[in-house]
Structures are given as structure tokens and as C-alpha cells.
């Protein structure tokens, strides 16, 4: 979560610096999304998932 606000700021500044912080904000919300849902699916890993008797019927 600290590396999407991060993120966020640092599009926030790079928009000021361009001179439209409003597309700055945008990029840097797209770009923490982005990051965000990267982060949160690798950090999902969980090794040894594969169950050779789960045909994917069961809930």
C-alpha cells in the first residue's frame, strides 16, 4: 500500500514539474493500480497448488 501512494505522489510531482499536475495524478493512479495488483498477485504465490485429483468440478 505504501509503494501505490508512493507511486502516486511521484506522479503528482512529475506533473507539476510538466506543468499539469492533473495528468500527472492520472498517470500516477493508473501506474499504482497497475503496481498494485502486480504486487498483490506475486505476493499470492502459494507453492505445491497443483492437486492432481482436483478436476476444478468442486467448489
Do not use: C, F, Q
Not at 23 to 36: F, K, N, P, R, Y
Not at 41 to 58: E, F
Request: net charge negative; no cysteine; hydrophobic share 50%.
Amino acid at each position: 500500500m505504501v509503494g501505490t501512494v508512493v507511486l502516486l505522489g511521484l506522479g503528482a510531482l512529475i506533473g507539476a514539474v510538466l506543468g499539469n499536475v492533473g495528468l500527472g495524478l492520472l498517470l500516477g493512479v493508473l501506474v499504482s493500480i497497475g503496481w498494485l495488483i502486480a504486487y498483490e498477485s506475486w505476493r499470492g504465490k502459494t507453492p505445491h497448488l497443483h492437486d492432481d485429483d482436483d478436476d476444478g468440478a468442486r467448489l
